[in-house]
């Protein structure tokens, strides 16, 4: 069997229709957008279909759309120009956002002397909507909610409209890191009492390096990155044409296959999940597994084992791709800081697969067969 890759939390392989589309784009559009001649004109002209086209996803405004280099650039846009153009004076989030976020609001702390505020969660990582009230309640300064939509490590969904109706009664700004819910979930921005959303195209079968933001045309900042006039003088630096044009093809076909996928990886997802109950005693799971679960994300934390300190390794041996955490710290495994905010039993072993529609019935097999091969549940003929 071909190796098996259930790491599509981290990056997803790109579609050949997306590929396509970004060979032609490379091939024959080779005009830089800002120029005004011909070839310039018709890079621009593509750029803007791109921005209509995520925009229509959304049901957001062309205007409200920024491409940007990927979700660590949206995020760190938002929180930053925020504090700097938008008068915020404290910072209300949760304790497993993305290294994104958290370094973001660390340095913004450190550096500005903004208050920040951790809530509390419980230990399938879902925050209590009382306490957000409560903390938004007891300011008198102008303050940023910043609360992602789906854990990447362990798929815990928050609920955004609830979330953004807390910010309107209490008129705080609202940001969701929803890079790895967009294109596996509806998100209707005018149903949201949202103000900034960050996404990114390698999560949905696009290109790596490129992303958006969609910032409220009631609460405009002044440009992060400063250089042309790009993006409406939003953001300085010629635009990634091939990838700006590559996701939008990915995010409008993960829309048009919304529905089916999410019902075959649904489907795989709790196949796995019931495999790995019948044949590994004392498995368990982090954060939430059924309706409140994004359903591409399954973190599985592993019984006390001495292969544990091994595991993943031994998976890629056995040609799985799996994940620690976070891909975005990879390297030598650190402990997660978002399972540790869950404050569950430290012995155990977290692996997170993530699953797309591209992954079979067949593979999650093969996948419990050297599972229960490393822990010595069944020995092979």
């Known amino acids: 069997m071909n190796r098996i890759y259930l790491d599509n939390a981290a990056t997803t392989h790109i ?21 005004i001649h011909t070839e310039g004109r018709k890079a621009r002209a593509l750029i803007e279909v791109a921005r209509k086209s995520v925009a229509n996803a959304l049901n957001a405004s062309i205007s409200e759309i920024y491409f940007t280099s990927g979700g660590t650039e949206s995020n760190n846009t938002a929180l930053k120009c925020a504090v700097r153009d938008l008068n915020i004076k404290r910072i209300i989030s949760t304790k497993f956002e993305h290294h994104c976020v958290s370094h973001s609001l660390s340095h913004i702390q450190r550096h500005q002397g903004i208050e920040v505020v951790l809530l509390d969660n419980c230990e399938k990582g879902n925050i209590d909507l009382a306490q957000l009230e409560e903390s938004l309640a007891s300011g008198n300064t102008k303050t940023l909610v910043s609360i992602m939509h789906a854990n990447n490590e362990i798929g815990t969904i928050s609920d955004m409209k609830a979330i953004g109706e807390l910010c309107r009664q209490y008129n705080a700004i ?13 998100i209707d921005v005018s149903q949201l009492n949202i103000h900034f959303l960050s996404g990114a195209a390698h999560k949905i079968h696009g290109p790596k390096g490129t992303g958006f933001l969609y910032i409220n ?21 010629t635009e990634n044409l091939h990838g700006i044009v590559g996701m939008a093809k990915s995010l409008e076909l993960a829309y048009q296959h919304m529905d089916e996928r999410k019902t075959y990886i649904t489907e795989l997802k709790n196949y796995f999940i019931e495999q790995l109950k019948n044949n590994i005693p004392n498995i368990d799971f982090n954060g939430e597994i059924g309706e409140n679960s994004l359903y591409t994300v399954l973190n599985v934390a592993f019984p006390e084992h001495p292969k544990n300190e091994m595991l993943l390794m031994n998976l890629d041996i ?7 955490g976070s891909a975005c710290t990879s390297g030598a495994e650190k402990g997660s800081h978002v399972i540790a905010a869950l404050n569950k039993d430290t012995f155990r072993k977290a692996v997170r697969f993530s699953f797309s529609h591209h992954n079979t019935f067949e593979e999650i097999d093969y996948v419990m067969q050297k599972l229960k091969m490393i822990y010595g549940i069944e020995v092979p003929a």
Do not use: C, W
Request: aromatic residues 4%; without cysteine; glycine residues 12%.
């Open 15 to 35: 579609d050949q229709e997306v590929i396509d589309i970004m060979v032609d784009v490379m091939q024959t559009h080779y005009g830089n957008p800002s120029s």
């Open 174 to 186: 609202y940001h969701s890191d929803t890079v790895q819910t967009i294109g596996h979930l509806p």
């Open 217 to 237: 045309s009631d609460n405009l900042i002044e440009p992060f990155i400063d250089g042309g006039s790009q993006e409406k003088n939003m953001r300085g630096g």
């Open 318 to 324: 056995n040609g799985i791709s799996a994940s620690g």
